[in-house]
């Protein structure tokens, strides 16, 4: 038979040995176990760098990381597409799987183009091309992230982050505050809401502070806690139900304001409980002032 | 010198002298091919390294064009690629991970790995390593300047490692849900390194080298690599084979042995050691033709799976 012929001059080698089976399976175990190590480092180095930094920003439509990590052929092809080379592949050492695609807004951040070639580009759906409204987009959320430094939070009016927002009026607002620092002023708080941030990371970009903006894209996960679902907003279910649910509070006479309507709690110089002689006590000498006014 | 050997056709049983057999004889380091220069002039005893690095060059310079000139023919990289727009095409090993990772993609991977998966069953599988896979650049250095420094030895894993590897890669990918060999996979580092960017990977292919050089010899490319390993078992039925079929004039002076990749497969063949056919049916065989080139006898030529004649 053919099969013996190929077979005889193997046998004939291994006749010597005092076992060939046991030599195969010696032989088989250390290969395998040694091949399995490397496999084990390899993938045990995968679980361990998976991390995402939190400067870096997937492209539009990724996956959800786990789910990203297993699509992602690191081709580059979203790369390649992106019209503002904006995205650009990890590099070893990078911090980001080496390979996939990334952003960092402070560098360039995405455009939003409304046919979204890189989500198009991708061969494999790590991209998901379920998205087809670049409005929807989740690639993070802006966070104010560092109020002592923004210049609106110090009473300015830079703005330039609500200005440059894409979806300017919805993703960002400017909340109108009382500045208590000077008493007469107020303040336009940028205010993210994150139903409509997408992530694009243009206001990261846009913030006039010299390095590090104060205006952050941060992962979803990293930037918003979960919601208290067990907390009843009262004045949401009271909405909803037409009625408040638990019926008509009880109102409560408030001492020295008996003659105002109820919950108006503004008082004048000389009205209140402590009656017309009052005078709120000045600062002394030698007194630290700490220059706050209600 | 006494290299030349051909007198009327009737090949002489004289061992030249730069071969590995008769450099061995003097205790000198061989010089494999020397014997093929003299006899068939530089550029035939090249001809298909020449070829083979043109590929190889070809190939990385399509994928250049784009990000160097700006003439965007091919788009990607070797693990997944778009040719003029129309063409995809995809690494079916890297889709055989992203399957065992749980992840099935969209219809251009699916296509584009289909066509590279039919290319290299119907041609041969290894032709991959030995005429695209930028490694064998590298570890073809590595095995030229060991023997040139004469350097003898070493460590390398049982030649079979890589298939285990190829499996536990897999198994790999399945537990941890991700591709987890990319983290590390050699290959597609150095293609997309070439056209991305490096950033520290240039230690990894550094570290082949010296691999290759120093601890085993063809250390990596012949005994670890899994895509390596993927691309030997897609070419088991494949068309494009060397044949040893001049083999009556062999002169037993190991140069083949010595260039080629894979010096196991040639055995068979060369000596009839288990098969009557001068065929190297041998998946392990990277098709490279490196063997037809140093051979001063004209013993190899690239022939098909089909044509077991001898001459």
Redesign the interface.
């Known amino acids: 038979m053919v099969m013996n012929d190929k077979v005889q001059p193997r046998a004939r080698a291994e006749a010597s040995v005092p076992s060939p089976r046991r030599r195969f399976l010696k032989d088989a175990a250390s290969v395998a176990g040694g091949a399995g190590l490397l496999a084990l480092g390899a993938g045990m180095y995968a679980r361990q760098a998976s991390a995402l930094p939190a400067t870096a920003i997937r492209p539009p439509g990724a996956l959800a990381e786990d789910d990203f990590l297993a699509a992602c052929v690191r081709c580059g092809l979203c790369v390649r597409d992106c019209p503002y080379k904006t995205l650009k592949l990890a590099e070893l050492g990078d911090g980001v799987v080496t390979g996939t695609p990334y952003f960092e807004a402070r560098d360039i951040p995405c455009e939003m183009c409304e046919d979204i070639p890189c989500v198009l580009a991708c061969p494999t759906g790590a991209l998901d091309r379920s998205l087809t409204d670049i409005g929807k987009a989740k690639m993070g959320l802006a966070v104010l992230i560092d109020q002592e430094n923004c210049l609106n939070f110090l009473g300015l009016r830079c703005d330039v982050c609500y200005r440059v927002c894409p979806v300017i009026d919805k993703a960002i607002t400017l909340e109108r505050m009382h500045n208590p620092r000077s008493d007469r002023h107020a303040m336009l708080l940028p205010t993210v809401h994150s139903e409509y941030c997408t992530g694009c990371g243009k206001c990261e970009k846009g913030c006039v502070l010299p390095g590090e903006s104060a205006i952050k894209v941060l992962p979803i996960k990293l930037a918003q806690g979960s919601k208290a679902e067990h907390y009843l907003r009262g004045w949401e279910e009271k909405k909803a139900a037409g009625q408040s649910l638990i019926g008509d509070q009880v109102e409560l006479p408030v001492r020295g304001l008996e003659d105002k309507a109820y919950g108006d709690t503004r008082v004048k110089p000389g009205e209140g409980p402590q009656g017309p002689e009052y005078r709120p006590a000045s600062p002394g000498a030698g007194g630290l002032d700490s220059g706050w006014k209600p | 010198m006494s290299a030349r050997t051909t007198t009327g056709g009737v090949p002489e049983r004289q061992v030249p002298p730069t071969s590995v057999r008769g450099a061995a004889q003097r205790g000198v380091v061989a010089r494999p091919g020397r014997e093929a220069v003299e006899a068939k002039g530089w550029l035939r005893a090249h001809k298909w390294l020449l070829l083979r690095r043109t590929s190889q060059l070809g190939i990385l310079a399509l994928f250049l064009a ?1 990000p160097w000139l700006g003439w ?1 023919l091919v ?3 070797l ?4 040719t003029l727009g129309v063409l ?1 095409l ?2 079916p090993f ?2 055989a991970q ?1 399957l065992a ?6 219809r ?2 699916l296509l ?1 790995a289909g066509i590279v998966l039919a290319f290299y069953l119907l041609l041969g599988g290894r032709l991959f390593c030995a005429w695209v896979c930028p490694v064998n650049l590298v570890t073809d250095a590595a095995a030229w300047l060991r023997r040139r420094l004469g350097l003898k030895g070493g460590k390398a ?2 030649a ?3 298939y ?2 190829l ?3 897999l ?3 399945a ?10 996979n050699p290959v ?2 150095f293609h ?2 070439l ?7 240039w ?2 292919v550094g570290g082949i080298f010296l691999y290759d050089l120093l601890i085993a010899p063809r250390g990596w490319c012949g005994h ?1 690599c899994p895509q390596g390993a993927f691309y030997a078992l897609l070419g088991r039925a494949a068309l494009v084979r060397v044949a040893a079929d001049k083999r009556s004039a062999c002169n037993d002076c190991m140069d083949c042995f010595a260039v080629c990749p894979e010096p196991q497969v040639i055995r068979p063949a060369l000596k009839g ?3 009557d056919h001068p065929l190297i049916l041998d998946a392990d065989c990277t098709t490279c033709g490196r063997c037809v080139d140093v051979c001063g006898k004209d013993v190899f030529r690239i022939s098909t799976r089909f044509n077991r004649s001898e001459s």
């Open positions: 784009g965007w788009k990607g990289n693990s997944s690629s778009l995809p995809t690494d890297l889709l992203q990772a749980g992840h099935w993609p969209y251009e991977a584009g894993a049982a079979n490692t890589r285990w590897l499996g536990f890669v198994l790999a990918a537990a941890t849900g991700s591709l987890a060999w990319e983290w590390v597609s580092m997309r390194g056209i991305f960017g490096f950033g520290l990977a230690g990894i670890l050691v288990g098969q």
